[in-house]
C-alpha cells in the first residue's frame, strides 16, 4: 500500500518537535509514513524537506492531489536514502511516480524499475542525466523545471538596472559544480558581464553561514564592492548579514533566486535588492497535473518550463500575500490535458 505523510500531519509533528530539522531526526518523519493509499495511486519522491523548497514543493503536491504519497530524501545528500524510498514506491504498484532526484543519476536504477513496469515516470525540477536515463531504458514522460539560466539573465538584467554606471559585483555559488548553480551564474554572466565588474565568482554550498563567511571575506578585499548575485536566497541572507555588518546595507545591491518566503521579506526588509522568485508550489502542482495525464493516455510534451517572476520592492507584498503560489498567472499545459 502506498503511505503518505500529508502537511497537516506534519505540521502537527513540527508542533511536537519544535522544529523541521528535529522533527526528521527525533520524531522520525522519513518524508510520509502515515495514512495510507491503495495500489495505482500517483507517488512522488523529492529532495529533503529539510529544506523551504522542497516544503514549497510538497505544498503544491498536495494543493493538486492530496492523496499523493510524498517520500523525502532525509537531506540534499542522502542520494542513497532517496534511491531507497523510490525502490519501495516502485515496488506498490503506483499508477506515475514524479521524481526530483538530488543528481541527475541516483534514482536512475529506481526508475528503471518503473519503466519495466510501464509506469509512467514525471521529472520535475532536478533534470535526471539524459544518456543514463536513456541507457536504462527509463526516459521521464516529461520534465518541469525552471529555465536557471534564463533567471540568471533575469537577475542581470536587474543588476545593470540597479548599476547604470556599473561597478564591481561578486557572485556566490552553491556546491562548485553544481548544474543548477552554474546555469544561474552563467546566465547573469551572460546579460550583465559586459556591464559591470564581475571580480570573483566563489562557492558557499549552499549555506548561509558559509555565504556569511564568503561575503565577509569578498568585502573585505573589496572596498569598493557594489553588488552581490548570490544563487539562492538562503545564502543572500547570509550575504546580507555580512553587508550589515560592515555598515552597507543599502548600498551593496543583493539579488538572488529562488522566492522562498525569507526570501521575500528580505526584499520587503530592504535587505535583499530584489529576487528571481522560481515557484517549487507550482513545479509540484504541474508534476501532479502530468501525471494525471499520463494516466488518462494523454501525450504530453517533453519539457516544460516552470514560471518565474522578478520581484522587488514594488510588487513584493503582492508575492508574499500569494506565496506560495505565484502572484502572477502562468501557464500549465497538463492542466488541460486533464480537464
Request: glycine letters at 10%.
Amino acid at each position: 500500500m502506498l503511505q503518505r505523510r500529508s502537511t497537516r500531519t506534519r505540521l502537527a509533528v513540527l508542533a511536537v518537535c519544535g522544529s523541521l530539522s528535529l522533527a526528521v531526526t527525533a520524531c522520525g518523519d522519513d518524508g510520509g509514513t502515515s495514512g495510507s493509499s491503495g495500489s495505482g495511486d500517483v507517488a512522488a519522491v523529492i529532495k529533503g524537506l529539510d529544506n523551504p523548497f522542497f516544503q514549497q514543493m510538497e505544498a503544491g503536491i498536495d494543493a493538486a492531489d492530496d492523496n499523493v504519497d510524498v517520500q523525502a530524501a532525509a537531506d540534499i545528500t542522502d542520494t542513497t536514502g532517496q534511491l531507497d524510498k523510490l525502490t519501495v514506491v516502485a515496488g506498490q504498484d503506483p499508477a506515475c511516480v514524479i521524481v526530483n532526484p538530488i543528481d541527475g543519476t541516483n534514482l536512475v536504477q529506481g526508475m528503471a524499475q518503473l519503466a519495466a513496469n510501464d509506469v509512467p515516470i514525471v521529472n520535475i525540477d532536478s533534470p535526471v542525466d539524459t544518456d543514463a536515463a536513456a541507457q536504462a531504458d527509463a526516459a521521464p514522460a516529461t520534465y518541469i523545471g525552471t529555465d536557471n539560466v534564463d533567471a540568471g539573465r533575469l537577475a542581470g538584467e536587474q543588476m545593470l538596472s540597479l548599476l547604470p554606471d556599473g561597478g564591481s559585483v561578486a557572485l556566490i555559488g552553491g556546491i562548485a559544480g553544481d548544474v543548477t548553480s552554474n546555469a544561474r551564474l552563467d546566465g547573469f554572466t551572460e546579460t550583465a558581464g559586459s556591464g559591470v565588474d564581475i571580480v570573483q565568482t566563489v562557492a558557499a554550498n549552499w549555506s548561509r553561514d558559509e555565504a556569511l563567511t564568503q561575503a565577509t571575506t569578498l568585502l573585505r578585499a573589496n572596498d569598493d564592492l557594489a553588488g552581490f548575485f548570490v544563487a539562492n536566497d538562503d545564502m543572500a541572507l547570509g550575504v546580507a548579514r555580512a553587508v550589515s555588518d560592515v555598515g552597507r546595507t543599502g548600498e551593496v545591491e543583493i539579488i538572488s533566486v529562488d522566492g522562498v518566503l525569507d526570501g521575500l521579506k528580505g526584499v520587503q526588509s530592504g535587505d535583499l535588492s530584489a529576487v528571481v522568485a522560481q515557484y517549487p508550489y507550482a513545479i509540484g502542482e504541474m508534476g501532479v497535473h502530468a501525471c494525471q495525464a499520463a494516466i488518462a493516455g494523454a501525450d504530453l510534451p517533453s519539457d516544460v518550463t516552470a514560471p518565474i517572476a522578478l520581484v522587488t520592492a514594488d510588487n513584493v507584498d503582492q508575492a508574499i500575500e500569494a506565496a506560495p503560489a505565484p502572484f502572477e498567472a502562468y501557464d500549465d499545459p497538463f492542466a488541460a490535458l486533464v480537464d
